[in-house]
Each structure stands twice: as structure tokens, then as C-alpha cells.
């Protein structure tokens, strides 16, 4: 054990500079020098090196110094784990506006590998950008609040700060997803509007109703019982207006979130074909269903695809003919631009309008569900105005047919949080078809 610090003890002074032994050998000249002339000088001066001494270690406790144990020099881009460590996405940025390191949360997010690549090229918001100059050069730190515009809008605060790592300078860049919050804010002042606005007509048909039945139709039992079922009518409306509502709100507060699950498309239509098929009876109209006997698995969460369904069955056979059929077809396609073609192109002179288009992506194919019925058609002015909370045609032709005109947007929101499509053809005279498309499922 001796032998073991003796070789120890060497060897650290084997690691000691030249020039160090000179600055000892130079103090220990001048302390035999002081010593000669007062010995009070000399233990003084071996009391200030000492403090000295003390003095720097106790500083190197706390310093950071961006060198590792055996003397190399550490990196902007050794910091890479502890951006992984955070949960939010990071990016480490030099001072030539290059992504030297990110974290995971980040790559996935902003669809990027390679670093090395500059900011810009992932990122274009100017306050962003001028915030990363501002860190590089002057040292500030800021935090800017921006809204992408892309499918699905996204609000997101970017906290922007300058890193001194020895004599490197870069910029840190968390970005914090504020969608649900902001959404929810939204959600709460568009359901009061909605619901403040829409509820005012059968509210106020309820109350003339009721005045009336306190009134002149209090001894008579035919208008009684007439004023009564119009009521029921007045608050079913209320109670289905209601009921679209809260459904739109909630599928509007996750819509920034996409589903991770998978679902038989196939098997969703067949069930709500077989649920619908006494209310199609009960207006003469038939419902057929074209499909292949095999699933045809999608991303998407099986709940909201039978409603996104439902609610375009449901509009198919309301504008429907007595004794015509209402077809629901499923099937598998290729990219966008194939499903577009093989779903939405049937008849030469209807007009078409994409009411939902996802994003271009290679490698990417979609299943689609087309409900096509042979009803009066869509006008070509029509058809922007689809989707749209409230908006119904029959109300722009003057012949209700007691909707809430939320069944659409509704089916626009939830392919929306599918990542998919949605488009109608739509020909006066020969009928409306309604088609969406999502993500087929890998398979394994």
C-alpha cells in the first residue's frame, strides 16, 4: 500500500509543468531571501500562500468548468443528455444558428434527424428566430408565444436562453405546447355563444307555446294536444342542439392530440349500417353496404370513426327520396391523390370541393368511407360553406328539416384529429356524396 502512494505521488508530479517548478523554485528563493532579512516577513508570506492556496480550491468547488476529468475539453454537443432529460422539446443552437444538439421530444415533433442542419430550416417564425440572435449576441433571454397554421393549429411558448459553455456561446430553446389550455378557453366562450345564440328560437317558441296553452287553448283539447306536441318537437331540437354541442366541445378540446389506436373501418360501418336500418325503414329508404369481407384496419379511435359515419348516414338518408338507396361504401387506397380519385371523382359534370386535405406524405396510405345518395344535390355556391357550425341548406332554401347543422362539422373535427380527409361531390339532380379518409394501420 506504501509503494502504491509512493507511485501515486510521482507520478502527479510527474504531471506538473515546467513552468510550475520555476514559480516554486522562484518562491522558494525569495522566502529564504525574506527569511535573511526578517523572519516576521518570511511567516507572513508562507501565511499568504497559504491563503492563497485555500483560497483556490474553495473557488474550483464552485466553478463549472466545461473540462472533464482527465483534461479534455467538453462540447456544446456532450450536453445532448441533458436535453434529453427534459420533457419538453429542446434544441441547442451555435453561434452560426446550427442545431448542434436536440432531444427526442423535439425530433419527433419537428420531423428532423440530422444535426448539424440550421434552424431555419426546421423553424421560420421571425420573433423566434430574432429571439435566438438576441441570445447569441447580446445574452438576452426571452420567451415568445406563436400559433403554427398547419392541419391542426398548435400554440406554443418558446423560452429562449443564452448557454456560456467555456468559450462557446449558443442559444437554448424549449418549446411548451399550450393547445389543450388555450383550447379549452376557446371551447368554453364558443359553447356559450353557440348555445346562446342557437337556443334562442326554440326557447322562445316554447314561451309562446306555453303563453298560449295558459291562454286561449286552455278549454280546448285539440289545440292542447296540438300546442303540446309542438313543444315536445321545440325540445327535442333543444335536447339534440345540446347534445351536438358538447359532443363538437369535446372532440374540439383533444383534436390537437391524434389517436394512437387501431380500428376496423369495415367492421365500424357494418355496425352502424345495421343500427340505422330501422330509422332508413321507417322512411322508405334502403341501405346498402359495399365492402370487402376482410377488416381494413386504420389509425383511429373506433368511437369517433362510427360517429363520423353515423352522422353522414344519418344526412344521407334525411335528403334522400322515398324508395331510393343510400350506398356506404369501404374501401383501401393509395396516397392522397389516389384516394381523392378513386372516392371523389364518379360523376363528370357535380361539383367537388375538399373541405379537409392532410398533409403530403410519402409512404402513406388511406381507407376510405364514401356515402353517396340519390337526393335533390348540393348548388356549386353551396359547397365552400360545408362544415361550418349551423350552416344548413335547406335553411338558405327555406325548407327546414329540423337539423342542427352540427352533424358535418362534427365529421370535419374528428377526421381532422385523424390526420385525414374529407371532400363532397355533389351533383343537382343526381344526388350527394360525402367521403373520408385516414391512415391504414401498419401491419404486424
Known amino acids: 500500500m506504501a509503494f502504491e502512494h509512493i507511485a501515486a505521488g510521482r507520478s502527479r508530479l510527474g504531471k506538473i509543468p515546467p513552468p510550475a517548478w520555476g514559480a516554486g523554485a522562484m518562491a522558494a528563493l525569495a522566502l529564504a531571501c525574506a527569511f535573511f532579512v526578517s523572519a516576521t516577513a518570511a511567516i507572513l508570506m508562507v501565511v499568504a500562500a497559504c491563503a492563497c492556496v485555500w483560497a483556490a480550491r474553495e473557488s474550483q468547488r464552485y466553478t463549472i468548468s466545461p473540462r472533464s476529468q482527465q483534461g479534455e475539453y467538453v462540447g456544446l454537443a456532450d450536453l445532448a443528455p441533458l436535453l434529453e432529460a427534459l420533457p419538453d422539446p429542446a434544441l441547442l443552437i451555435d453561434s452560426e444558428g446550427r442545431i448542434v444538439s436536440s432531444n427526442a421530444a423535439a425530433r419527433r415533433q419537428m420531423r428532423f434527424e440530422a444535426h448539424g442542419q440550421f434552424l431555419t430550416s426546421i423553424l421560420r417564425h421571425p420573433d423566434v428566430l430574432d429571439a435566438v440572435q438576441a441570445a447569441l449576441r447580446e445574452g438576452a433571454a426571452r420567451a415568445v408565444e406563436y400559433e403554427t397554421t398547419t392541419q391542426v393549429e398548435r400554440s406554443t411558448r418558446c423560452y429562449i436562453a443564452p448557454v456560456a459553455w467555456g468559450a462557446d456561446r449558443a442559444a437554448m430553446l424549449v418549446f411548451h405546447d399550450q393547445t389543450a389550455r388555450i383550447s379549452t378557453e376557446r371551447m368554453r366562450a364558443d359553447f356559450l355563444a353557440n ?40 325540445a327535442d331540437r333543444m335536447r339534440r342542439l345540446i347534445d351536438d354541442l358538447l359532443s363538437l366541445s369535446r372532440i374540439e378540446l383533444d ?18 349500417v345495421d343500427t340505422i336500418g330501422a330509422v332508413a325503414g321507417e322512411r322508405n329508404v334502403r341501405v346498402r353496404l359495399l365492402a370487402p369481407e376482410a377488416p381494413l384496419a386504420v389509425v383511429g379511435e373506433r368511437f369517433q370513426l362510427a ?40 360523376w363528370d359534370e357535380a361539383g367537388r370541393i375538399a373541405i379537409l386535405t392532410p398533409e403530403a406524405a410519402a409512404n ?14 348540393i348548388s356549386r355556391r353551396f359547397l365552400p360553406r360545408l362544415g361550418e357550425r349551423f350552416f344548413r341548406v335547406e335553411r338558405e332554401l327555406g325548407a327546414e ?13 374528428i377526421i381532422n384529429r385523424h390526420r385525414g380527409g374529407f371532400f363532397v361531390e355533389s351533383q343537382t339532380g343526381k344526388g350527394s356524396a360525402f367521403a373520408v379518409y385516414v391512415e391504414l394501420a401498419e401491419e404486424g
Request: net charge negative; glycine share 10%; proline share 6%.
Open 255 to 272: 383534436e390537437h392530440v391524434p389517436p394512437s389506436d387501431r380500428a376496423d373501418l369495415v367492421g365500424v360501418a357494418r355496425e352502424v
Open 307 to 346: 360517429q363520423v359515419v353515423q352522422n353522414l348516414v344519418d344526412n344521407a338518408i334525411k335528403y334522400a327520396p322515398p324508395g331510393s338507396e343510400v350506398l356506404v361504401e369501404v374501401a383501401a387506397s393509395g396516397d392522397r391523390d389516389e384516394v381523392m380519385a378513386a372516392a371523389g371523382r364518379r
Open 401 to 413: 328539416k329540423g337539423g342542427t347543422g352540427l352533424g358535418l362539422a362534427i365529421v370535419k373535427h
Open 195 to 234: 348555445a346562446s345564440h342557437e337556443l334562442r328560437t326554440p326557447l322562445a317558441s316554447l314561451t309562446l307555446l306555453i303563453e298560449t296553452l295558459a291562454g286561449p287553448a286552455r278549454d280546448n283539447p285539440a289545440d292542447r294536444d296540438r300546442f303540446l306536441g309542438m313543444m315536445q318537437v321545440q
Open 364 to 377: 402513406r396510405s388511406y381507407g376510405y368511407v364514401r356515402v353517396e345518395d340519390s337526393g335533390a344535390g
